[in-house]
């Protein structure tokens, strides 16, 4: 651990895994680079602090009713916590400010700057008027990131002629605005959400304009390069693009729930690139006939696996009851059901063969950084575009063209495993894969980003 600068870092991550995950991968780079850090929380989904000796947690109430947690509108929730925190957050930040100076010269430490999520939409008033420097952490992709601003325009101009397209082949067509989105999956991320979303993404953009620069922690210029200058144009504040964060300590993710140990071991027995993995996040939900088609499309696929279900993920269900018996003893002896599984170290695992993913970026920049190719199963959001680039632009993966239907599954997990398009599919993820572990190395794009952040962040 580097010497202390006396800087300190006040970190406020949005009670999500894919948030909090990633702000704590920062936490312990500027750890090491001598930072102090204070992290201020939630009571909901409050982070494990025992697994942060050198991080400060703060926690602060959120006033959410048993009834507003289990709420699976993201957009609801993210409301109801921007009203909820405004006033303890701003108590503790303020206080923290105010006892900045200790009398003692050796423990004299300066507040340099917050850094907080996309989503918190009142940290940046407060901010400005406490005179704090905010950058604002982001766990999106940066083409998802800049276009997704757009939605609500597109919302205007395209909902009801999107709404009546007819032929297959105008579906197909992409999104000149949002490529490689096509309008198909532009219809899928309108109609999900509602207009209430639209001002709250004005307001986002407001404050990530007005904030002292945008931290992109999973991208790189390997994997974002025209949107990055792109973004640089359209936001102009400081752009850094320092990820595939979680390259710079792996293992070390901050996972809510308790990852099931035995993964590790049953992987040992199996042969090199032979088990398909399979989760689809920690926020998506399913039915309980698609749970039953993901168990028939492993089943029939005869390849090993760990799928994982998430307790509480299957809609009406408590977990995997709804598959009847006869098939879980079949699927018992080919692979492993887990409700969480240490994923990084999964995929870095050399049994993994392929990833069958809802295509959270998370997901997919670990399996980008660890050579896996994709099974793509978006469900909704930046997943959808995600899916696109996997599939079609970088060519790493198959689409499952929002089928989940067992003989889908079956056929693109023997296509991969198996089938020499498999090969070249593996072929080109390993060049990807390379290229952007070279970017988190001395001298590589991420790296020099990273450098880049640290220097300006010293400056305040
Ligand atoms: C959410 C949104 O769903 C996604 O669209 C957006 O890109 C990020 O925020 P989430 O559903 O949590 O993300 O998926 P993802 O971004 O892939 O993050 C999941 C994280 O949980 C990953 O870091 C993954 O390693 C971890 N994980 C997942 C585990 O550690 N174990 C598991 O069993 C499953």
Not at 197 to 203: C, R, T
Request: charged share 25%; with cysteine.
């Amino acid at each position: 651990m580097e010497k202390s600068n006396g800087l300190r870092v006040i970190m406020f991550p949005l009670p999500l895994q894919g948030c909090i995950n990633p702000m704590l991968q920062l936490a312990k780079i500027l750890l090491s680079r001598g930072f102090s850090i204070t992290v201020i929380h939630t009571r909901y989904n409050a982070p494990k602090a025992s697994s942060h000796p050198l991080v400060t947690f703060l926690e602060i109430p959120d006033g959410l009713s048993e009834i507003e947690k289990r709420t699976r509108d993201v957009t609801l929730l993210l409301t109801i916590l921007n009203q909820r925190c405004e006033s303890s957050f701003r108590d503790c930040l303020t206080k923290l400010l105010q006892s900045d100076d200790s009398e003692i010269e050796e423990e004299k430490q300066r507040i340099s700057c917050l850094i907080d999520d996309l989503g918190w939409i009142f940290t940046q008033p407060l901010a400005k008027s406490l005179n704090l420097p905010r950058f604002v952490l982001n766990t999106y992709k940066v083409s998802f990131f800049k276009d997704h601003f757009l939605l609500p325009q597109l919302r205007r101009e395209m909902y009801l002629p999107l709404q009546g397209l007819i032929t297959n082949s105008e579906q197909d067509d992409i999104v000149e605005e949002f490529p490689p989105l096509r309008k198909k999956d532009l219809l899928r991320i309108l109609d999900a959400e509602t207009e209430v979303l639209d001002s709250y993404l004005n307001m986002m953009l407001e404050t990530s304009k007005a904030s002292s620069g945008l931290i992109f922690v999973s991208s790189c210029e390997e994997l974002d390069q025209d949107s990055l200058s792109q973004a640089r144009h359209d936001f102009q504040v400081p752009i850094f693009a320092i990820g595939p964060s979680h390259c710079y300590f792996p293992g070390s993710s901050s996972s809510l729930f308790t990852p099931d140990a035995t993964c590790i071991p049953w992987l040992e027995k199996q042969e090199d690139k032979s088990v398909i993995y399979a989760s689809f996040g920690s926020a998506v939900t399913i039915s309980e006939s698609e749970l039953l088609e993901v168990a028939w499309g492993l089943r029939n696929s005869d390849q090993p696996f760990i799928w994982v279900v998430r307790i509480g993920s299957v809609n009406g269900a408590k977990w995997i009851e709804g598959i009847p018996e006869e098939l879980m003893e079949k699927l018992r002896e080919q692979g492993k059901i887990v409700k969480w599984a240490p994923q990084q170290e999964v995929l870095n695992h050399q049994a993994i063969g392929g990833f069958l993913t809802h295509n959270g970026w998370n997901s997919t920049v670990e399996s980008v950084s660890e050579g896996v190719p994709m099974i793509c199963s978006p469900f909704y959001w930046d997943q959808l575009q995600n899916a696109r680039f996997v599939s079609e632009v970088w060519r790493v993966g198959l689409h499952l063209e929002n089928r989940i239907e067992r003989n889908e599954i079956e056929r693109a997990i023997k296509r991969l495993l198996l089938e020499t398009e498999g090969e070249a599919i593996r072929e080109r993820m390993e060049l990807l894969k390379e290229k952007v572990r070279r970017s988190v190395k001395p001298n590589g794009s991420a790296y020099r980003s990273l450098e880049h952040l640290i220097d300006h962040i010293s400056s305040f």
